[in-house]
């Protein structure tokens, strides 16, 4: 039996969209068009998906990497053909270098309407080239028992891919022909049962193909070889840069304490803050490690890192510094080490190491005697930078975007989501926000390390609340803000609770502490870049509550109200670029000092 176009759609697309379902699949944002019609239509009439329409492509595709990484499962993303694909692209980057799982569903012309000036129409065959982790061309839409076979597998599989280790968007791109609206179509009468079977699917809500990817476990010889280096080692680190599974801090900081290791816990590492046993974590080594007889002193021979590479330059300086010590990294499937100076790359879940390495060190003896001083040598210089700095930042009455990164951070209350924005933000958070027992969430989009997107990713968080995410609050500086201003219609549509806290210095302030600034001629044109923008009338615009903070009471008033609010609220402080690099510079002489003083 032949079907026409648009019957043939409601079949096909009905059967992958009630997969992708089946397969976990809860969520779509959705940017409209009119080629994907068939595919929005069927996805809106879902009872099992939410559908989240975006007007804007790429808030669209940052606001489902968002969603995405809160949740730790795929979230699907669907737009028209043409040049709104292409908006998916900065977000489609950001997913596989994070590994946030997307499933990017682009709709398309058929075959025949390529290359001969048809509207809206552009080459999207692997659009996203590397970036994708899977690209399908798919088939047109056909009712056949062996292609609703194939759109079903096409689905389970899809939404597998994107989960699979390592998490990653897949782009699935769908041509389809005119009628877009589909017509209701019936199953042939008298089929078999396996071709029923491919039109109504397993019986139970079961998926067509049930997928079953289980993290990778390190090989015993390889959990002893480094068990044994571990137990030998008189001076050993953890490092724990940026990650998102917050199930490592605990078995991470057991095995610190067990080996008598400093855990240096990035902000994004998920073990800064939280519950776990917190003894030997040191989150004051931003500061200390810029002090040159600190750096110089303290050499590990054996560091074991976790994680993305460390948001700290001055921690990467110092692993390059100590390129003699054994440097062994653990991750599940990528090679995060930009400073090339890994011995030993361990492809394994690290959950599960910590806990297959935890029974196997060996205690007593030398190195573990060297190991109780070495870890007291690494706190009393975390108690010192900390006690120092904190002074230092209590005494700057005027605005800094260091101590706004610490008042904030503290204001966040227990099982809250912090999110920075890449540039200064997350740097000063590094810096400046001191860990301690409260359970918090705190992520940024360090992938690809960019400034786009930042307000729809974090407004993608913010969406989960539901799901038990707690109250969300965003730093993020006047450019990133400006660059997607856009997303904060998403808030007003979605009814959204959050909390943004902008750092406006009028300006690019990351190049304020670069060699760019020693250009006086051309570093404000080129780098400094003032705009001289009003975000009250952004607030305005987008109906959010606004305040200006021009103190410190003021700002943790205005999160405060934020936080126990509904809504979105803007709080706005403004800086000056160049007081902000020499409040910088003060701190970090602060705890110079103080380290010098103690040596």
């Given at each position: 039996m032949?079907f026409s176009?648009d019957?043939?759609a409601f079949?096909y697309?009905?059967a992958f969209v009630?997969?992708?379902s089946r397969?976990?699949?809860r969520?779509v944002?959705?940017a409209p068009?009119?080629?994907?019609?068939?595919?929005?239509?069927?996805?809106a009439?879902?009872?099992?998906?939410?559908t989240?329409?975006?007007?804007?492509?790429?808030v669209a595709a940052?606001f489902?990497?968002?969603m995405?990484r809160?949740?730790?499962?795929?979230?699907?993303?669907l737009?028209?053909?043409?040049t709104?694909?292409?908006?998916?692209?900065?977000a489609?980057v950001e997913?596989r270098r994070a590994g946030?799982?997307?499933?990017?569903?682009?709709a398309?012309?058929p075959?025949e309407?390529?290359?001969?000036?048809?509207?809206?129409?552009?080459?999207?065959?692997?659009?996203?080239?590397?970036?994708?982790?899977?690209?399908?061309?798919?088939a047109?839409?056909?009712a056949?028992?062996?292609?609703?076979r194939y759109?079903?597998?096409?689905?389970?599989?899809?939404?597998?891919?994107a989960?699979?280790v390592?998490?990653?968007?897949?782009?699935?791109?769908?041509?389809?022909?005119e009628?877009?609206?589909p017509?209701p179509a019936?199953?042939?009468?008298g089929m078999?049962?396996?071709?029923?079977?491919?039109w109504?699917?397993?019986?139970?809500?079961?998926p067509?193909?049930?997928?079953a990817d289980?993290?990778p476990?390190?090989?015993?010889?390889t959990?002893?070889r480094?068990?044994?280096?571990?137990s030998?080692?008189?001076r050993p680190?953890?490092?724990?840069g940026?990650?998102?599974?917050g199930?490592?801090?605990?078995?991470?900081a057991?095995?610190a304490?067990?080996?008598?290791?400093?855990?240096l816990?990035?902000?994004?590492?998920?073990?800064r803050w939280?519950?776990?046993?917190?003894?030997?974590v040191?989150d004051r080594?931003?500061?200390?490690l810029r002090h040159?007889?600190?750096?110089a002193a303290?050499?590990p021979?054996?560091?074991?890192r976790f994680?993305?590479p460390?948001t700290?330059?001055p921690l990467?300086?110092f692993l390059?510094?100590?390129?003699a010590?054994r440097?062994v990294?653990v991750d599940?499937?990528?090679?995060?080490?930009?400073t090339?100076?890994a011995?030993?790359?361990v492809?394994?879940?690290?959950?599960?190491?910590c806990?297959?390495?935890?029974?196997?060190l060996?205690?007593g003896?030398?190195?573990h005697?060297?190991r109780a001083?070495?870890?007291a040598?690494?706190t009393?210089?975390?108690?010192?930078?900390n006690a120092?700095?904190s002074?230092?930042?209590a005494?700057?009455?005027e605005?800094?975007?260091?101590?706004?990164l610490?008042e904030?951070?503290?204001?966040v209350?227990?099982?809250g989501?912090?999110?920075?924005?890449s540039s200064?933000?997350?740097r000063?958070l590094?810096a400046?926000a001191r860990?301690?027992a409260?359970p918090?969430?705190?992520?940024a989009?360090?992938?690809a390390?960019?400034?786009?997107g930042v307000?729809?990713?974090?407004?993608?968080?913010?969406a989960?609340?539901e799901q038990?995410?707690?109250?969300l609050?965003l730093?993020?500086?006047?450019?990133a803000?400006?660059h997607?201003?856009?997303?904060l219609l998403?808030a007003?549509?979605?009814?959204?609770?959050a909390?943004?806290?902008v750092?406006?210095?009028?300006?690019?302030?990351?190049?304020?502490?670069l060699?760019?600034?020693?250009d006086?001629?051309?570093?404000e044109e080129?780098?400094g870049?003032?705009?001289?923008?009003?975000?009250?009338?952004?607030?305005?615009?987008?109906?959010?509550?606004?305040?200006?903070?021009?103190t410190?009471?003021s700002l943790r008033e205005g999160?405060?109200?934020?936080?126990a609010g509904r809504?979105?609220?803007?709080?706005?402080?403004r800086?000056?670029?160049q007081?902000?690099?020499?409040l910088?510079?003060?701190a970090?002489g602060s705890?110079a000092a103080?380290?010098?003083?103690g040596?």
């Amino acid at each position: 039996m032949t079907f026409s176009p648009d019957r043939a759609a409601f079949a096909y697309v009905g059967a992958f969209v009630e997969e992708m379902s089946r397969s976990g699949v809860r969520h779509v944002c959705v940017a409209p068009g009119s080629r994907s019609t068939p595919l929005a239509l069927t996805i809106a009439r879902h009872p099992a998906l939410r559908t989240w329409v975006h007007l804007d492509e790429r808030v669209a595709a940052f606001f489902a990497l968002g969603m995405a990484r809160a949740l730790g499962a795929p979230v699907a993303l669907l737009c028209t053909s043409g040049t709104a694909a292409a908006n998916f692209f900065p977000a489609v980057v950001e997913a596989r270098r994070a590994g946030v799982p997307l499933l990017v569903l682009t709709a398309d012309r058929p075959p025949e309407l390529r290359d001969v000036g048809a509207a809206q129409t552009i080459d999207q065959i692997r659009l996203y080239g590397e970036h994708a982790k899977w690209f399908v061309q798919v088939a047109l839409p056909e009712a056949t028992p062996d292609m609703l076979r194939y759109a079903r597998t096409l689905a389970c599989r899809a939404a597998a891919a994107a989960a699979a280790v390592p998490a990653g968007p897949v782009h699935l791109n769908f041509p389809f022909r005119e009628p877009l609206v589909p017509s209701p179509a019936e199953a042939p009468a008298g089929m078999s049962d396996a071709d029923a079977l491919a039109w109504h699917g397993r019986p139970n809500g079961e998926p067509w193909v049930t997928v079953a990817d289980a993290p990778p476990i390190a090989e015993l010889a390889t959990i002893e070889r480094l068990a044994a280096r571990l137990s030998g080692a008189r001076r050993p680190l953890l490092v724990c840069g940026p990650q998102f599974d917050g199930t490592l801090a605990a078995p991470l900081a057991a095995l610190a304490r067990a080996l008598g290791a400093p855990l240096l816990a990035d902000p994004l590492s998920q073990a800064r803050w939280g519950t776990h046993d917190r003894s030997a974590v040191i989150d004051r080594y931003d500061a200390a490690l810029r002090h040159e007889t600190t750096a110089a002193a303290l050499t590990p021979d054996l560091v074991l890192r976790f994680g993305g590479p460390p948001t700290s330059k001055p921690l990467l300086q110092f692993l390059q510094r100590h390129a003699a010590a054994r440097q062994v990294v653990v991750d599940e499937a990528r090679w995060p080490d930009p400073t090339l100076l890994a011995a030993e790359v361990v492809h394994a879940d690290p959950r599960s190491l910590c806990e297959q390495l935890l029974p196997r060190l060996t205690a007593g003896g030398v190195a573990h005697a060297l190991r109780a001083d070495w870890l007291a040598t690494w706190t009393r210089v975390d108690c010192t930078a900390n006690a120092a700095l904190s002074k230092h930042v209590a005494d700057v009455d005027e605005p800094f975007e260091g101590r706004a990164l610490a008042e904030i951070a503290a204001l966040v209350p227990s099982g809250g989501t912090l999110f920075v924005s890449s540039s200064m933000p997350v740097r000063d958070l590094d810096a400046f926000a001191r860990g301690d027992a409260r359970p918090l969430r705190v992520l940024a989009n360090r992938g690809a390390n960019g400034i786009d997107g930042v307000v729809s990713t974090a407004l993608g968080v913010a969406a989960t609340r539901e799901q038990g995410g707690g109250p969300l609050v965003l730093v993020i500086g006047d450019i990133a803000f400006y660059h997607d201003m856009n997303a904060l219609l998403a808030a007003k549509l979605h009814a959204l609770d959050a909390t943004v806290v902008v750092l406006n210095n009028d300006g690019g302030g990351i190049f304020s502490f670069l060699p760019q600034a020693d250009d006086p001629a051309h570093f404000e044109e080129l780098f400094g870049t003032p705009h001289g923008l009003e975000f009250s009338a952004a607030a305005t615009l987008y109906g959010a509550r606004y305040r200006r903070a021009e103190t410190w009471p003021s700002l943790r008033e205005g999160v405060a109200e934020g936080i126990a609010g509904r809504g979105l609220h803007i709080v706005e402080m403004r800086t000056k670029r160049q007081r902000n690099v020499v409040l910088h510079r003060e701190a970090w002489g602060s705890v110079a000092a103080a380290l010098a003083g103690g040596a």
